[in-house]
């Protein structure tokens, strides 16, 4: 199935200029949806993956099943004021404003194996602000997924010395 047939887009979302990738569309579908899940975690079905760290909230929606999946643990990164434990934050820059993301201190520990999933790969400042959570954390990053990777931002180069795997390209 060709998943990039799954994904609407959505012009001037959030705001003017942008053209927002909808993965509802892709989440409606049940076919698609497990073929994402399952196209994903195969990629990293033999890295003895110990966690995977996901990003609020779409990241969450890919994130929980591939960890169940790979029998690896779930660390969430939210936004501020959503953990309730001691946390870890981090801000960044976004393609459009700046963000703060948190993680518990105690969700990552030194020397695990993780897998970071997202649903998107734009600019790449999200995922730099989670890389740099989890060395603080001294886990092991053995991989970064994506559903969706726009190229044409160059999100890539900012994760450069990680594995990135993105199941669709624009």
């Given at each position: 199935?060709?998943?990039?047939?799954?994904?609407?887009?959505?012009?001037?979302?959030?705001?003017?200029?942008?053209?927002?990738?909808?993965?509802?569309?892709?989440?409606?579908?049940?076919?698609?949806?497990k073929?994402?899940?399952?196209?994903?975690?195969?990629?990293?079905?033999?890295?003895?993956?110990?966690?995977?760290?996901?990003?609020?909230?779409?990241?969450?929606?890919?994130?929980?099943?591939?960890?169940?999946?790979?029998?690896?643990?779930?660390?969430?990164?939210?936004?501020?004021?959503k953990?309730?434990?001691?946390?870890?934050?981090?801000?960044?820059?976004?393609?459009y404003?700046?963000?703060?993301?948190?993680?518990?201190?105690?969700?990552?520990?030194?020397?695990?194996?993780?897998l970071?999933?997202?649903?998107?790969?734009?600019?790449?400042?999200?995922?730099?602000?989670?890389?740099?959570?989890?060395?603080?954390?001294?886990?092991?990053?053995?991989?970064?997924?994506?559903?969706?990777?726009?190229?044409?931002?160059?999100?890539?180069?900012?994760?450069?010395?990680?594995?990135?795997?993105?199941?669709?390209?624009?």
């Amino acid at each position: 199935m060709d998943l990039k047939q799954k994904i609407r887009d959505i012009p001037d979302f959030p705001k003017r200029g942008i053209i927002f990738k909808d993965i509802t569309t892709l989440l409606d579908d049940a076919a698609a949806f497990k073929q994402s899940v399952d196209d994903l975690a195969a990629h990293y079905a033999d890295k003895n993956i110990d966690v995977v760290a996901c990003v609020e909230a779409r990241g969450f929606i890919f994130g929980a099943p591939i960890a169940y999946k790979l029998g690896a643990g779930l660390a969430v990164i939210r936004k501020p004021g959503k953990l309730p434990y001691k946390t870890h934050a981090m801000s960044y820059d976004l393609e459009y404003g700046t963000d703060t993301l948190h993680i518990h201190q105690d969700a990552i520990t030194p020397g695990q194996r993780v897998l970071i999933i997202d649903d998107l790969l734009a600019t790449g400042g999200t995922i730099g602000a989670v890389i740099q959570m989890i060395e603080q954390l001294k886990g092991n990053i053995i991989g970064i997924g994506f559903l969706i990777e726009l190229g044409f931002l160059n999100g890539r180069d900012k994760l450069a010395g990680h594995e990135i795997f993105s199941l669709i390209n624009y």
